[in-house]
């Protein structure tokens, strides 16, 4: 028995080729699962052995040397001389062949080269460990009687008015489904509330007017830059539109975002904050068009902010 032998047929389980030196390459070639007449066969992995002679790429050496407690001189010197008598074994033979024990029969053909009759019983490919082939069984015939044939165009009318029934139901779901994309307003007393679940361009919110104002403001210097914020606690008669830089969950944060900004030349900055939302407004102006054009120019000026939106508050 061949030493080489054990540690190709280790290596196997991880590689899918080992390289002997001056002698050849076993592989692994993966074939997926398949039906082949009444059988499902699994996957595998089917070995095989090119007679080619490929550079050393150091392998099996390493593989000898953490086993046979040798150093790489005589590791090599071990592949070489297995591989001489290996040679000599199929020359000498009369059958020209030579039996490797979990690898399979190595026969040389009258053209000098060698082939493998792989043997099926070692298994290389350990993640389909346990799988057998499963046989198929064709299914019992049955006769149709009239009467059968009779209830089963009966039962093909059915399918046919149940289509035309779920035909019905897709079409009512389409037209839901376009109420839901697009947005639609519904009045509850003054509110205004957009219930399509998309952020528009531009979003109006409508309170009922109140006397009471409570604004608190919060000022800031540090070097030259200053930070301006603005609470809006509740909203005038006059109907205001503000330029909408950024939207943030807490009021803390906004204000850390307010100094980031600031570093950058974008200030004063207005907070709003409203229907528990946190938002930062760089303007407010009381006309559409003012509002829209200084939008246009700063998102010039801006393109990083290029997703700037309009805030309508009255």
């Given at each position: 028995m061949y030493k080489i032998t054990e540690h190709i047929k280790r290596l196997l389980i991880d590689y899918d080729r080992v390289i002997v030196p001056g002698f050849g390459v076993f592989g692994l070639d993966y074939t997926s699962a398949s039906v082949e007449k009444d059988e499902i066969i699994p996957p595998a992995k089917k070995l095989y052995f090119e007679h080619t002679i490929y550079p050393n790429d150091g392998l099996l050496v390493r593989s000898i040397l953490k086993t046979e407690s040798s150093n790489y001189t005589s590791a090599n010197a071990l592949i070489e001389k297995e591989v001489f008598l290996l040679k000599k074994e199929i020359e000498n033979s009369s059958d020209k062949k030579v039996y490797l024990e979990g690898l399979g029969l190595l026969q040389q053909t009258p053209d000098g080269t060698l082939q493998l009759n792989a043997s099926t019983q070692q298994p290389f490919f350990t993640?389909?460990?346990?799988?057998?082939?499963?046989?198929?069984?064709?299914?019992?015939?049955?006769?149709?009687?009239?009467?059968?044939?009779?209830?089963?165009?009966?039962?093909?009318?059915?399918?046919?008015?149940?289509?035309?029934?779920?035909?019905?139901?897709?079409?009512?779901?389409?037209?839901l489904l376009l109420i839901i994309i697009f947005p639609a307003k519904i009045e509850n007393g003054d509110l205004a509330t957009d219930y399509a679940g998309i952020i528009p361009p531009m979003i109006k919110i409508q309170e009922k007017p109140t006397k009471a104002i409570g604004d608190s403001v919060v000022r800031e210097q540090s070097n030259d830059t200053i930070l301006s914020t603005i609470t809006i606690t509740d909203i005038t008669f006059q109907k205001q539109y503000h330029i909408i830089i950024s939207s943030l969950p807490s009021r803390k944060i906004a204000e850390k975002q307010i100094e980031r900004f600031a570093q950058n030349g974008i200030f004063p900055l207005t907070?709003?904050?409203?229907?528990?939302?946190?938002?930062?407004s760089i303007r407010h102006f009381e006309r559409l068009d003012e509002a829209e054009a200084f939008l246009s120019e700063f998102r010039k000026n801006h393109p990083e902010l290029s997703d700037a939106w309009i805030l309508s508050v009255r």
């Amino acid at each position: 028995m061949y030493k080489i032998t054990e540690h190709i047929k280790r290596l196997l389980i991880d590689y899918d080729r080992v390289i002997v030196p001056g002698f050849g390459v076993f592989g692994l070639d993966y074939t997926s699962a398949s039906v082949e007449k009444d059988e499902i066969i699994p996957p595998a992995k089917k070995l095989y052995f090119e007679h080619t002679i490929y550079p050393n790429d150091g392998l099996l050496v390493r593989s000898i040397l953490k086993t046979e407690s040798s150093n790489y001189t005589s590791a090599n010197a071990l592949i070489e001389k297995e591989v001489f008598l290996l040679k000599k074994e199929i020359e000498n033979s009369s059958d020209k062949k030579v039996y490797l024990e979990g690898l399979g029969l190595l026969q040389q053909t009258p053209d000098g080269t060698l082939q493998l009759n792989a043997s099926t019983q070692q298994p290389f490919f350990t993640q389909g460990y346990g799988y057998s082939s499963i046989s198929l069984h064709p299914v019992l015939t049955v006769q149709h009687s009239q009467k059968d044939i009779l209830t089963e165009k009966e039962t093909r009318i059915e399918i046919s008015l149940r289509r035309d029934f779920v035909q019905k139901l897709a079409t009512i779901a389409a037209i839901l489904l376009l109420i839901i994309i697009f947005p639609a307003k519904i009045e509850n007393g003054d509110l205004a509330t957009d219930y399509a679940g998309i952020i528009p361009p531009m979003i109006k919110i409508q309170e009922k007017p109140t006397k009471a104002i409570g604004d608190s403001v919060v000022r800031e210097q540090s070097n030259d830059t200053i930070l301006s914020t603005i609470t809006i606690t509740d909203i005038t008669f006059q109907k205001q539109y503000h330029i909408i830089i950024s939207s943030l969950p807490s009021r803390k944060i906004a204000e850390k975002q307010i100094e980031r900004f600031a570093q950058n030349g974008i200030f004063p900055l207005t907070i709003v904050e409203r229907d528990n939302k946190i938002r930062l407004s760089i303007r407010h102006f009381e006309r559409l068009d003012e509002a829209e054009a200084f939008l246009s120019e700063f998102r010039k000026n801006h393109p990083e902010l290029s997703d700037a939106w309009i805030l309508s508050v009255r």
